[in-house]
Each structure stands twice: as C-alpha cells, then as structure tokens.
C-alpha cells in the first residue's frame, strides 16, 4: 500500500482503531478521523517511526459539510484518498415498541447517511485516479436481526445494499466496494456484557469465542490491497462461523 492514503472513520478507538494500525502497519498513510479522534494520538508517533504519514481528523460522518471539510483537511494533510474505510458507527438500543423516532433517526443518520456522505465525497479522486478500495463496516445483525436492534438492523442492512450497487457503478474505474460485516468482536462494550448473556452469545458462535478487531482488521486491510483487485460487491462476515451463506 505505499503511496496511498487511507481514511478510516470510527477510528480513535475499537476496530476502526485496529484497522488504521494494520493499514499503517502495510505501508498506507493514514487519517484517523473520528468526532473526537484525541483517543488515538499514540498513532502519530507509530506512524514515524514506521516512516509513515497519519494524522487526526475530526469528522461527524452524518453532516455532510464536517464531511467536506475533514475531506479538504486530508487531502491537504496527507493527498487524494485512494482507500475508504467507512466503519463510523453508533447504537441506540431499545424494543420497537418503546423506540423514540429520534433514536430512529440519529442511528441511521450516522450509520447509513454517514456511509452515503463519505463514500459520495471520497469516489470522485478514486474514479478520476481509476484506482480505489471502499471497505464498508456493516453487522451480522444487518443479516440475522436482533431484537432490540431495529434501528441499527436496518442501517447495517441498507450498508450491504449500498454496497453492492457502489461496486456496480464504480466497477469500470477499476474502484471495487465490498463490506464486512463483524460478528461479536471483544471490544469495552462487549467486555461489560453480564456473564450469562456472554455465555448465550458463545453458544450461538460455532467457534465459541469472540473475535477479536484484528480478526476483522486483517480481513479489511486484505480488501484494500491489491491482492483483492478482483473482489469486488462482496459482504465477508467474521463472525465465527454465526452465518454461514
């Protein structure tokens, strides 16, 4: 990956975190942007002493013009974006019945129009370069549902179909698009999950363990290389096995 630049967003903690460390790690400079991205300040000095470029970058991927302006930042920062990650996410958690239309919104807003704004600003330097890798974050709960999860269902569900038209539409400027969708992946909201339901969780995993965000990282660097020039409108899960299609 020399000589390209990368942005992750989601990326100051979690897997978005992992992700830009792997991207670094195989030779990418790489904008870290999150709404409050100082969680990954350590990445600076990574990146140096890798002989590395990277660089924070605050962005709301929901609002359209941080979008704009966080696009500008980077481009004057570090270049043209060449690779995408789109991993900004947020949950707002509750049954059907009791879901304020607002907790609909705000999830979607971030999750599904976030992805929108971010691949529709970020395709134009890829198309125009005709070389470019967009990795979209969705969920095994945008395959299986999950009660609880209408909002966040939906929004990682519509991911899968934007996805694959992206990758349709781009796929003549050689710019391939593909998803992956985690299953559950040890992270501090898992790790404060009551024993019983992590104990439910396992037994719904074949492989009977949590994942962990380089399991994911690994898979989505390997989509942004050049190995992966051919594959393109793909959802991979790393789940463990949860779905198997």
């Known amino acids: 990956m020399t000589g390209r630049v990368a942005l992750v967003t989601g990326a100051s903690r979690g897997i978005g975190h992992a992700i830009g460390l792997q991207l670094l790690r195989r030779g990418a400079d790489v904008a870290f942007a999150a709404r409050n991205p100082e969680p990954a300040t350590a990445v600076l000095a990574e990146a140096e ?7 924070l970058v605050t962005m709301d991927v929901g609002d359209l013009e941080s979008v704009q302006a966080a696009a500008a930042a980077v481009e004057e920062g570090l270049g043209k974006v060449s ?3 789109n991993n900004a996410g947020i949950t707002r958690d509750q049954l059907l019945l009791r879901m304020k239309p607002e907790d609909w919104s705000e999830v ?3 999750n599904l129009d976030g992805t929108f704004y971010c ?3 970020f395709m134009k330097d890829m198309m125009r370069a005709r070389w470019g890798r967009i990795v979209n974050i969705t ?5 299986l549902g999950n009660a609880g999860q209408a ?3 939906a929004s990682k569900a519509g991911i899968v179909g934007f996805t694959r038209s992206v990758a349709r539409e781009l796929a003549s400027r050689n710019v391939t698009a593909n998803a992956v969708a ?3 992946i040890e992270t501090a909201m898992t790790g404060s999950l009551p024993e019983e339901v992590k104990a439910s969780l396992l037994g719904a995993i074949p492989l009977g363990r949590l994942g ?3 399991d994911v990282a690994g898979v989505v660097a390997f989509l942004c290389g050049e190995e992966a020039g051919y594959v393109t409108g793909q959802v991979i899960h790393v789940d463990g096995g949860m779905v198997m299609a």
């Open 151 to 153: 909002n966040y269902a």
């Open 119 to 121: 691949t529709k600003i």
């Open 49 to 55: 002493s890798l002989g590395r470029r990277a660089m």
């Open 108 to 110: 979607l807003r971030v």
């Open 83 to 85: 690779i995408l990650v």
């Open 182 to 184: 985690p299953g559950y």
């Open 139 to 143: 969920s095994v709960v945008g395959t």
């Open 212 to 214: 962990g965000v380089d």
